[in-house]
T-cell receptor
Framework: AQSVTQLGSHVSVSEGALVLLRCNYS??????LFWYVQYPNQGLQLLLK??????LVKGINGFEAEFKKSETSFHLTKPSAHMSDAAEYFC???????????FGKGTRLSVIA | DAGVIQSPRHEVTEMGQEVTLRCKPISGHDYLFWYRQTMMRGLELLIYFNNNVPIDDSGMPEDRFSAKMPNASFSTLKIQPSEPRDSAVYFC????????????FGSGTQLSVL
């Protein structure tokens, strides 16, 4: 069965600094990988997803993630943090063939002015 | 489109009471999911439906939990009787075509069982 580990339940960065949120997955087959964001008192929204093809995936709000099979990782990055990026971020994995998403426990991002 | 609509936003109840959470998915979406979010366990899939039919309820924690989807525009998640450990945020989500396509989440129901 697939699983996701998000390293760090809370990450704090300064405004303008690099954002790096870590995600490692476990899957018996080439996975589909996702990042979702949850703003306070809202549901989750899709940031980006990887299925096949180019391993560097660009998403909304300047975020991107790179699929690294050798490291079983799908880390989320953004070159310059903005105050509005403060939220909870969830990595998720599923397997091709229409299987449900399995979510990590989330990483809360704080942005300091 | 108004998105996925959940009600109520907040529910406070006493142990032993019945709780019903409601969800209206996005029109035309074939899949509906119920998730539970807690600090300890994160986001867990409870059950999902395809074309109003329950497909996998293996995530439903106990027989106290039940879910229905009587038509394409409405689903309920019921807890009877409720217990304090059921306190969590419950999310409904829908997807147009598949399980690993983009999920559209509602704003959730914050449930507190005293």
């Amino acid at each position: 069965a697939q699983s996701v580990t998000q390293l760090g339940s809370h990450v704090s960065v300064s405004e303008g600094a690099l954002v790096l949120l870590r995600c490692n997955y476990s899957s018996s087959v080439p996975p589909y990988l996702f990042w979702y964001v949850q703003y306070p008192n809202q549901g989750l929204q899709l940031l980006l997803k990887y299925t096949t093809g180019a391993t560097l995936v660009k998403g909304i709000n300047g975020f991107e993630a790179e699929f690294k099979k050798s490291e079983t990782s799908f880390h989320l990055t953004k070159p310059s943090a903005h105050m509005s990026d403060a939220a909870e971020y969830f990595c998720a994995v599923s397997e091709p063939g229409n299987t449900p998403l399995v979510f990590g426990k989330g990483t809360r991002l704080s942005v300091i002015a | 489109d108004a998105g996925v609509i959940q009600s109520p936003r907040h529910e406070v109840t006493e142990m032993g009471q019945e709780v019903t959470l409601r969800c209206k998915p996005i029109s035309g979406h074939d899949y509906l999911f119920w998730y539970r979010q807690t600090m300890m366990r994160g986001l867990e899939l409870l059950i999902y439906f395809n074309n109003n039919v329950p497909i996998d309820d293996s995530g439903m924690p106990e027989d106290r939990f039940s879910a229905k989807m009587p038509n394409a525009s409405f689903s309920t998640l019921k807890i009877q009787p409720s217990e304090p450990r059921d306190s969590a945020v419950y999310f409904c989500a829908s997807s147009p075509t598949g399980l690993n396509e983009k999920l559209f989440f509602g704003s959730g129901t914050q449930l507190s069982v005293l």
